[in-house]
């Protein structure tokens, strides 16, 4: 039975690419050219895997992106560009979290926190855990900084090389693992996939990248955490 053709973009953080998921449901995956900038090459290399694949852009059921935390240019442009494909060819927008992207290589139990876009003292921490075999976020994700960052039964922290040295700290007086996430564009496809399945679609209009470093997320955090 032929699959709907889906498109993911994932440059949430710097090593960006695309996928795709032909009518035979096979992946197909094209990195972003490491020596160019993100907006330089994420057309290009949505362009290459069509050409390479034979297939027109008019077949795209549904693209899906992955929204962040992350980059703050790879998310806009990612966003805009998702945004024009979908003008151009009235196709279905999915947004993905970044936090599921991370945990879909993930195999062990939950729940786990994803902490990204870390800066200075604080992150942008979000809990996910298994239901029904497949991760889902609990809650909403957070600003915080170590003194919020709850451990509680908590089997994994994913964070980068950024990730604050108190959080870090910690994660190893509770014996919390850190693990270094993964954001690879076939993991931005199944998270699309499925939610696609549920109908779990976006307004172009609505759609945003999620950034927590806007004025207006600092500013609640600043308001939670008095000086």
Known sequence: MAQPVLLAIETSQRQGG?????????????QLASTLRQDDDLLGAIDRLYARLKLKPKATEAVGVSIGPGAFTGLRIAVSTVKMICEALGTKIIAVPSALVAAASYEGPGPILVALAAKGPTAWVTQL?????????????????????????????????????????????????????MFDPRACLAVAAHRLDQG???????????????PEAVAVWERRHPS
């Open 18 to 30: 695309v996928a795709i998921r032909d009518r035979r449901g096979r992946t197909h995956v094209e």
């Open 129 to 181: 855990d298994r239901v029904g075999g497949l991760w889902q976020i609990i809650g909403d994700g957070q600003l915080i900084d170590a003194d919020s960052l709850g451990l509680d039964q908590i089997k994994a922290l994913f964070a980068d090389e950024h990730l604050p040295q108190k959080m870090r700290a910690k994660c190893e007086q509770a014996a919390v693992r850190v693990v270094e996430p």
């Open 200 to 214: 779990s679609t976006t307004d172009p209009l609505a759609l945003g990248p999620l950034y927590p470093r806007q």
